[in-house]
């Protein structure tokens, strides 16, 4: 017999309760590829919600399926206020764990029930929360793949995507991930003159949080499957950029003498390399000194957190006001960005999430690198 446990108000416990249930099915639930970043993974999940359940603009529910009184299966379900679909809100279910069909059965028509309550009709997931070590999609190809945090995992043969597509689920998203070959990108040496390439400071970046929200929702957002938007998500990636000490920004090799292009040479002599974040690459309106496009990479803190030396980094975020898209400003800054990276230790770089149906994206990437993971996400219209 398959017990729920529903939200705080309907099963009458307070938020440490739920969460001190909650870690207990992730500790015997949760799958790791890598076990020692276990506890650190749970804990994070468990901060990210502990805060949620706080928030009154947050509709969240953990559903935890029990077997004599022990944990069998898990899933969150909530509405966040800044997530779209194709610019629509939705319902998201995400961390979905079960190892039958039963219990799968069992947790989504909790989360179903969910989205009803709350007058929402598409479900769409896994979406997991938060994007620093959770993502999107089960994933169905590329196991052997290093583990990067802010890409989602799951056990090879865990077979949830085949329970959901039992249970009416469609596979409507695919995303991909792919590896970042060497070789710079052709006319990626050419900077127009119209741009300055540049790097910013961590108080500098979060200075220009509202202009970087404004970049990003005239970008993409509205057209994307899966949109983070709002502010948590700059928040979050300015979180994850102040865990690294000081001492990893420093750079192993100078970056001049990677590279012979003078304008990446004037970029790198035109800002004190300690003290930049040299993982986010921009180029900027000279007219304006706005930003007309940015590529935000993020060091492997799962490294970081084993006590590791940073050799990879993933190719999170790719950002080019519409006025400047096909104007070569992507090429330059992945071409100014990767000897740098470089100088820093990086030796494994992975351009990650890539929709499918983003046509501009794949024709632009898909050539210089090699496809490792696939993650597919389901979506289903409650009745």
């Not at 299966?73 to 279910?93: K, L, N």
């Not at 986010?280 to 803190?301: C, Y």
């Not at 990650?352 to 690198?369: C, G």
Request: charged share 20%.
């Amino acid at each position: 017999m398959i017990i729920l446990v529903q939200d705080i108000d309907v099963v009458e416990i307070n938020t440490y309760q739920l969460i001190s249930l909650a870690r207990q099915a992730l500790e015997l639930l949760l799958y790791v590829p890598d076990e020692r970043l276990k506890p650190r993974i749970i804990g994070e999940i468990l901060d990210y919600y502990g805060e949620k359940f706080q928030s009154p603009e947050h509709s969240v529910s953990v559903f935890i399926a029990l077997n004599e009184n022990i944990p069998s299966g898990f899933v969150i379900c909530q509405i966040d206020p800044d997530y779209r679909t194709y610019s629509r809100r939705a319902t998201t279910f995400g961390w979905l764990l079960a190892d039958d069909l039963e219990t799968c059965a069992a947790l989504m028509e909790r989360c179903e029930l969910f989205a009803k309550e709350h007058k929402l009709r598409k479900l769409r997931g896994p979406i997991n929360y938060p994007k620093l070590v959770g993502g999107i999609g089960v994933q169905t190809q590329g196991f052997e793949a290093p583990l990067l945090n802010g890409i989602n995992f799951n056990h090879p043969e865990s077979r949830v995507l085949e329970y959901l597509n039992e249970l009416g689920y469609v596979s409507e998203s695919k995303y991909s991930c792919v590896h970042v070959i060497d070789k710079p990108w052709e006319k990626g040496d050419i900077v127009g003159p119209e741009y300055r390439l540049g790097y910013l400071t961590l108080e500098e970046l979060i200075s220009r949080k509202d202009e970087i929200m404004e970049l990003a929702a005239n970008s993409f957002y509205s057209i994307l499957a899966d949109a983070p938007g709002g502010t948590s998500r700059f928040d979050e990636m300015m979180y994850h950029y102040a865990q690294i000490p000081p001492g990893y920004f420093q750079l192993l090799v100078d970056p001049r003498k990677l590279t012979n292009v003078p304008e990446f040479i004037e970029t790198y002599n035109s800002c004190d390399l300690d003290k930049v974040v040299t993982w986010v690459h921009i180029a900027f309106e000279k007219k304006t000194d706005k930003i007309a496009g940015l590529i935000m990479s993020l060091p492997n803190l799962y490294q970081f957190w084993v006590g590791e030396s940073l050799t990879q980094c993933n190719v999170d975020t790719v950002m080019i006001a519409k006025q400047h898209a096909g104007k070569g400003v992507f090429s330059s800054i992945h071409n100014m960005g990767k000897p740098i990276v470089v100088a820093a230790g990086i030796s494994y770089i992975e351009g990650t999430t890539i929709w499918a149906n983003n046509d501009r994206a794949v024709k632009t990437i898909f050539p210089h690198a090699k496809q490792l993971r696939t993650h597919v996400v389901v979506q289903k219209r409650v009745k």
